[in-house]
Nanobody, 127 residues
Framework: QVQLLESGGGLEQAGGSLRLSCAASGGPFSAYNTAWFRQAPGKEREFVARISWNGAYTNYADSVKGRFTISRDNAKNTVYLQMNSLKPEDTAVYYC????????????????????WGQGTQVTVSS
């Protein structure tokens, strides 16, 4: 069973950049499709980005497309979320999630399809 630990959150000004990391332990991370979700105050958790186990396929929420990039380094058991051109509406707790699957073409973005979650890291963007 894999455990996930996010890091890299913090306070940034609008227009700035942050890079989040999700470090996995307890299993071969290459066996998991992985995603980032976020939850803003008073709102439901929402999908942000997803990457296949081999890094070949990615997809993004429309709200972050062109600004955020998801990537992974399976040798380091880590998934990243590079966030550029940050906006105040990006303020949220960001969660890493993993799904045990080696099908790189599945495109699920539903929370219930991801069995493993980190504890989250806070991102705050000031205007």
């Amino acid at each position: 069973q894999v455990q996930l630990l996010e890091s890299g959150g913090g306070l940034e000004q609008a227009g700035g950049s942050l890079r989040l990391s999700c470090a996995a332990s307890g299993g071969p991370f290459s066996a998991y499709n992985t995603a980032w979700f976020r939850q803003a105050p008073g709102k439901e958790r929402e999908f942000v980005a997803r990457i296949s186990w081999n890094g070949a396929y990615t997809n993004y929420a429309d709200s972050v497309k062109g600004r955020f990039t998801i990537s992974r380094d399976n040798a380091k058991n880590t998934v990243y979320l590079q966030m550029n051109s940050l906006k105040p509406e990006d303020t949220a707790v960001y969660y890493c999630a993993a799904r045990s699957s080696r099908n790189p073409l599945e495109t699920t973005t539903k929370e219930r399809d991801f069995a493993y979650w980190g504890q989250g890291t806070q991102v705050t963007v000031s205007s």
